[in-house]
C-alpha cells in the first residue's frame, strides 16, 4: 500500500468532519483512468500488457454506470494520451478544473510500482512509494531518486486538488512497492513490481532510525494544509506492501488482449453490478472473488486494503442503504472476534456473497466461542434467539456455501450503572418523586436490560439541568447533555453503553499477557501541540460558536501551535485548539494493523486507522485531533480516554480496522466520527474461551495501550496560564 498516498494523512482535524452514512446522489460522474503498459526498454522495466486493457474494461464499465466525462492516459488505448509523468499531472489538473461540489471522481492507476529512498521521513518504513509513468528513468548512481516517478505524496497532491472543489473521490490502485512477496509465479501470471535495484536504487538508501526527519516549528507541521480538502476521500490499494499485484491471463491464450489486473477485473466485474450495495460490500466481494479455485495459486497472495471516509456509503452513490455488518467465514471460524463485537451467543446470518440481499441467507450460526479476532459458531434454527448464559441446540451443518457472517442479534450481558439524579449544586440526590427523577427511572424501566440505578457503585454520575440531565463519568464534568426535544433517553443509554462496553473490554485486552512475552510490536508515542492562551477568545465572548470554530483554524493553520511536547510533560491535560497526535513505530520487521480509539467526555467514540510497517520511522495514527471544551455543537469538558489497539498484518484477510465499525455518534463531531455500530458491541466484555493452541490467535493476540487526559475548561486554561478572565 501506498501509505495511502498521503491522502487521509494531509488533511488536518481542523474543522469538523464526518463518515458519511449515505453519500448523495452525485452531481456528476467522472473519471481518470491511467494505465502504463510501455517502458522504455533501456531502463529494464519489463512491459506489462494488463494495464491498457483494465483502462478499457472499466472505461466500459462506467460507462454503463452513467459517466460522461472520462478521461483516459494510457498507451494503447484508441486516443489515449501516453501516459507519461507529465500527462499524469496535466490529467489530475484538468479534472480537478472541471470538479464541481457533490461530484464523484473515479481516479484509477494501472501498472508498475516501486520503491526508492524517503528524502523526507515521512513514510514508516523509509522508503516513498511511486508509481512509475511510461517515461521513468534509472536513478542517477548515489541519487536514490528515480527520474519522473510520481511518489505517493506527489499523487496525494493532486487528489486533494480536486477534493478542494467538494468533489468526492473514488482512488484505486492497481500497482505495488515491494518484491517480498515475489514466489516462483505461474505461466499465465505476471507482477506488477519493479525491484528498485533495476532502476538503480540500492536497499542501503533507506532512511533508518539515525535519519533526521523535519522538524515542526510549531504544532504538526504538516498537518497545516491551505485549504481543507470539502470532498471525502475512499482509497482501494490492490495489495499490501508486503506483496505483489499481479496481472493474469484470465483466458489462457497467451494473447495480449487477454491478461487484466486481477484487482482491476474482478472490482470491473462487481462494478457492473446494479444491485444497491455499500462500498464496504464491494470490497469484501471483490476480496472474496480474488481467492477463489478458479485464480492462480500465486495470484491469491495478494491481500486488498482500503481506507477512507465513504466506505460505508453506496457504491456511485443515491440513497441511503442500511449498514452492513459481515465478516468472512471458513467453515466454523469467523474472521472477527470480541473486538468486532461478537459474543458467545452472538447470532449471525449466513450467506454466499458478500453482495447478497437478506432474502439470501442460507442459514443461522451461533457463536460457541470467541477471541479476540475469531469467533466460532456452529449452525442453529430460524427461531434461535441471543441469550446471554444459553445457546441454542445445534442443528444439521453448516452450509457448504457460506462465506459471509452477518451478526443479527447479539445477548446482553454488560449494564451501564447510573446513580441517582443528582442535585448539581449539592451533589446530593434528588429525591424519588422529583420530575427529573422520575423521568430517568421510567427511561431504564423502558431500556430494560443493559442500565439500572446504583446508588453504591455506579459508572456515571446523573444530575439535573434546568430543562433536562447531563451525563458524566464524575461530578463536575460537562459530559453529556439530553433535553426532551433530543429524542428518547433511550439513545444515550446505547451511546454510552457502546463507550462503556468497548472501554470494558480494550480494558481487559490490555491486562492480558501477551503470548509472545507481553511487549507490544509497536512503541507509542502521544504528543500534545499546545494552542497559545493569549490566542483564545475571553470568556465573554463564548456566544458566538461561528468565531469559537473558527479561532482553532486561525491558530493551526497560521502555525502558532508550541511545539509538540509528550503527553504527561503537558501534566495530562489539554484546552481549546490544542493539537493532539498519536505517532506509532514498529520495532521488529513485518506491518501491523493499528487503530486509535478515542472516547470523548460525552462518550462518543472516534476510530482511526493506519498502516504501520517495519522499524524504520515512527507513522502517525490518524490525523491530529483537535482538542476543544468549547465545540461548535456544545461544551465538553472533563476526562477522555484514548486506547491504542494494534495487531500483526495478517495475510490473505481483510485489515484489522475498526473505523466505521465501532463509532457510535452520527452527524457533525469533532474527531470525525462515523455512525453507530450499536447492535455489535454488546458482549465485547465477555471473552470466552480460545483456541489459541490450534493455530489461530490466543487470548492475547491484540495489543492495547491506555492513555487518558483531562479537557480543561477555557476559564481554568486561561487561570493556569495566568490570564486574567472575567469578573477576576
Not at 432474502?359 to 451461533?366: I, M, V, W
Not at 479561532?551 to 493539537?579: F, H, M, N, S, T
Amino acid at each position: 500500500m501506498m501509505r495511502g498516498f498521503g491522502l487521509l494523512a494531509f488533511a488536518a482535524t481542523l474543522g469538523c468532519s464526518a463518515i458519511l452514512a449515505a453519500q448523495p446522489a452525485s452531481a456528476e460522474l467522472r473519471a481518470l483512468l491511467i494505465g502504463v503498459s510501455d517502458y522504455d526498454d533501456a531502463t529494464g522495466i519489463a512491459d506489462l500488457r494488463g494495464p491498457r486493457n483494465d483502462v478499457r474494461l472499466l472505461a466500459e464499465t462506467l460507462r454503463e454506470r452513467g459517466a460522461d466525462d472520462i478521461a483516459i492516459v494510457a498507451d494503447g488505448v484508441g486516443d489515449g494520451t501516453i501516459p507519461t509523468r507529465a500527462a499524469i499531472l496535466s490529467a489530475f489538473e484538468a479534472l480537478r478544473d472541471r470538479s464541481t461540489a457533490g461530484d464523484l471522481v473515479y481516479v484509477h492507476m494501472s501498472g508498475h510500482g516501486t520503491r526508492q529512498r524517503d528524502m523526507d521521513g515521512d513514510e514508516t518504513d523509509g522508503w516513498d512509494e511511486v508509481f512509475l509513468p511510461a517515461d521513468a528513468a534509472k536513478a542517477d548512481r548515489g541519487s536514490g531518486q528515480i527520474p519522473n516517478a510520481l511518489i505517493d505524496e506527489e499523487i496525494g497532491e493532486a487528489v486533494d486538488a480536486i477534493r478542494r472543489t467538494g468533489a468526492d473521490v473514488w482512488f484505486v490502485l492497481d500497482s505495488c512497492h515491494s518484491g517480498s512477496g515475489l514466489r516462483a509465479a505461474e505461466t499465465g501470471v505476471a507482477s506488477r513490481f519493479v525491484d528498485p535495484a533495476v532502476l538503480g536504487i540500492e536497499a542501503s538508501g533507506a532512511v533508518t532510525d539515525d535519519a533526521p526527519g523535519p522538524e515542526p516549528e510549531g504544532g504538526f507541521a504538516e498537518h497545516r494544509p491551505q485549504a481543507e480538502p470539502g470532498g471525502g476521500l475512499l482509497a482501494f490499494y490492490s495489495a499490501q506492501s508486503s506483496e505483489v499485484a499481479r496481472e493474469i491471463d484470465f483466458a489462457g491464450s497467451g494473447a495480449d488482449e487477454d491478461w487484466y489486473g486481477l484487482f482491476s477485473a474482478k472490482l470491473a466485474a462487481r462494478m457492473q453490478s446494479s444491485a444497491t450495495i455499500s462500498y464496504r460490500q464491494l470490497f469484501q466481494a471483490v476480496m472474496s472473488d480474488m481467492a477463489t479455485a478458479a485464480i492462480p495459486a500465486s495470484a491469491r497472495l495478494q491481500t486488498p486494503l482500503w481506507e477512507g471516509t465513504f466506505v460505508d456509503a453506496p457504491v456511485f452513490g443515491g440513497a441511503a442503504i442500511d449498514r452492513v455488518r459481515q465478516y468472512a467465514i471458513d467453515f466454523d471460524t469467523v474472521d472477527a472476534g470480541t473486538v468486532h463485537g461478537l459474543a458467545v451467543g452472538t447470532v449471525v446470518g449466513l450467506f454466499a456473497d458478500a453482495a447478497a440481499g437478506p432474502e439470501d441467507r442460507l442459514g443461522l450460526a451461533q457463536v460457541t466461542e470467541t477471541e479476540t479476532l475469531r469467533a466460532y459458531v456452529r449452525p442453529v434454527g430460524d427461531d434461535c434467539r441471543a441469550q446471554t448464559g444459553s445457546l441454542c441446540a445445534a442443528l444439521g451443518d453448516l452450509p457448504s456455501g457460506a462465506r459471509f457472517a452477518r451478526p443479527i442479534a447479539t445477548p446482553v450481558d454488560f449494564t451501564v450503572r447510573y446513580s441517582p439524579v443528582t442535585d448539581p449544586e449539592t451533589g446530593e440526590p434528588l429525591a424519588a418523586d422529583h420530575p427529573a427523577a422520575r423521568r430517568l427511572a421510567a427511561a431504564i424501566d423502558a431500556f430494560g436490560q443493559g442500565a439500572a440505578i446504583d446508588p453504591a457503585d455506579h459508572d456515571v454520575v446523573v444530575s439535573a439541568t434546568t430543562d433536562g440531565l447531563r451525563f458524566s463519568r464524575s461530578s463536575g464534568e460537562t459530559g453529556l447533555s439530553w433535553r426532551p426535544e433530543d429524542g428518547p433517553l433511550e439513545a444515550v443509554f446505547e451511546r454510552i453503553a457502546s463507550a462503556e462496553r468497548l472501554a470494558s473490554a480494550l480494558e481487559a485486552i490490555a491486562e492480558t499477557a501477551s503470548p509472545f512475552g507481553g511487549d507490544s510490536p509497536i512503541e507509542l508515542s502521544v504528543a500534545v501541540a499546545a494552542s497559545p492562551p493569549e490566542g483564545l477568545r475571553p470568556v465573554r465572548a463564548l456566544t458566538d460558536r461561528e468565531a469559537i470554530r473558527r479561532e482553532c483554524i486561525a491558530i493551526i493553520r497560521g502555525g502558532r501551535l508550541r511545539a509538540p511536547v509528550p503527553l504527561d510533560e503537558a501534566g495530562w491535560a489539554v484546552k481549546q485548539c490544542d493539537q493532539l497526535a498519536v505517532t506509532a513505530q514498529g520495532l521488529f520487521p513485518g506491518a501491523r494493523d493499528v487503530n486509535r480509539i478515542h472516547i470523548d467526555s460525552r462518550f462518543c467514540i472516534h476510530a482511526a486507522y493506519a498502516r504501520i510497517e517495519d522499524f524504520a520511522s515512527g507513522g502517525l495514527i490518524g490525523s491530529p485531533m483537535v482538542m476543544c471544551s468549547d465545540c461548535p455543537d456544545g461544551r465538553s469538558v472533563g476526562a477522555e480516554r484514548l486506547y491504542v489497539v494494534s495487531a500483526e498484518a495478517r495475510p490473505n484477510a481483510e485489515a484489522f480496522n475498526l473505523e466505521g465499525v465501532v463509532e457510535n455518534c452520527g452527524g457533525q463531531t469533532r474527531s470525525g466520527a462515523g455512525s453507530a455500530a450499536l447492535d455489535y458491541l454488546a458482549g465485547l466484555a465477555s471473552g470466552g474461551p480460545t483456541r489459541g493452541a490450534m493455530g489461530g490467535f490466543g487470548g492475547a493476540d491484540v495489543w492495547v495501550e491506555r492513555f487518558a487526559w483531562q479537557v480543561l475548561p477555557r476559564a481554568e486554561a486561561l487561570r493556569r496560564a495566568g490570564i486574567a478572565i472575567d469578573g477576576e
